[in-house]
């Protein structure tokens, strides 16, 4: 597990950069490697190789998506108090690229609570930092159905708490 950034004062905009750089060398590595397995996966015509590609594949997704997932919840808590705008847009641009990064390493059910909880945040940022309130609840709304459905099948705790957390959002943003 990794441990959640955090700060106790809005970093300087020289340590923000170089926060950068270090948590992209952290992402791009598994990214790259990421993307070569799935093209040895895509062209493999033998299904032993095809399978232990795929193993490989959602292991380095599952890294990435937690690796990713950690450092938008610290990008989400610095947007809370920056007033800097050349701050919010290097940190929400960094946040996209995280957010870039977990979907291109997407090999997760709609279920899967790594996913489930990404979507909860992006939710979030959307709705309070960049204010598309329609697409967001679309967006959530969309989430709760997908994943519903595969919970009655294969019920998951985590997976029904945060589909729970996504209803009661959904609850305080659609208007009565």
Same mark, same amino acid.
């Given at each position: 597990?990794?441990? &959640? !950034?955090?700060?106790?004062?809005?970093? $300087?905009? =020289? /340590?923000?950069?170089?926060?950068?750089?270090?948590?992209?060398?952290? !992402?791009?590595?598994? #990214?790259?490697?990421?993307?070569? +397995?799935?093209? +040895? *996966?895509? %062209?493999?015509?033998?299904? %032993?190789?095809?399978?232990?590609?795929?193993?490989?594949?959602?292991?380095?997704?599952? /890294?990435?998506?937690? #690796?990713?997932? @950690? #450092?938008?919840? $610290?990008?989400? @808590?610095?947007?809370?108090? /920056?007033?800097?705008?050349?701050?919010?847009?290097?940190?929400?641009?960094?946040?996209?690229?995280?957010?870039?990064?977990?979907?291109?390493? &997407?090999?997760?059910?709609?279920?899967?609570?790594?996913?489930?909880?990404?979507?909860?945040?992006?939710?979030?940022?959307?709705?309070?930092?960049?204010?598309?309130?329609? =697409?967001?609840?679309?967006?959530? &709304?969309?989430?709760?159905? *997908?994943? @519903? %459905?595969?919970?009655? %099948?294969?019920?998951? &705790? /985590?997976? @029904? !708490?945060?589909?729970?957390?996504?209803?009661?959002?959904?609850?305080?943003?659609?208007? #009565?």
């Amino acid at each position: 597990m990794l441990a &959640q !950034v955090t700060w106790s004062t809005i970093p $300087s905009w =020289e /340590e923000s950069y170089k926060l950068r750089l270090v948590l992209n060398n952290a !992402v791009i590595p598994r #990214l790259q490697a990421w993307r070569a +397995i799935a093209d +040895i *996966e895509g %062209k493999s015509e033998d299904e %032993k190789d095809k399978n232990l590609a795929l193993n490989h594949l959602k292991k380095i997704g599952n /890294e990435i998506t937690e #690796l990713c997932g @950690s #450092l938008l919840d $610290s990008i989400y @808590s610095l947007l809370r108090s /920056e007033r800097d705008p050349e701050a919010i847009v290097f940190y929400s641009t960094m946040g996209g690229d995280f957010c870039r990064y977990m979907r291109e390493a &997407q090999y997760l059910e709609a279920s899967h609570p790594l996913r489930l909880t990404l979507v909860l945040h992006l939710s979030d940022f959307y709705y309070e930092d960049v204010h598309l309130r329609a =697409e967001v609840i679309d967006m959530a &709304q969309d989430a709760v159905i *997908e994943a @519903s %459905k595969l919970l009655e %099948k294969a019920p998951n &705790q /985590e997976s @029904s !708490v945060i589909v729970q957390q996504f209803k009661d959002r959904l609850s305080l943003w659609t208007p #009565l």
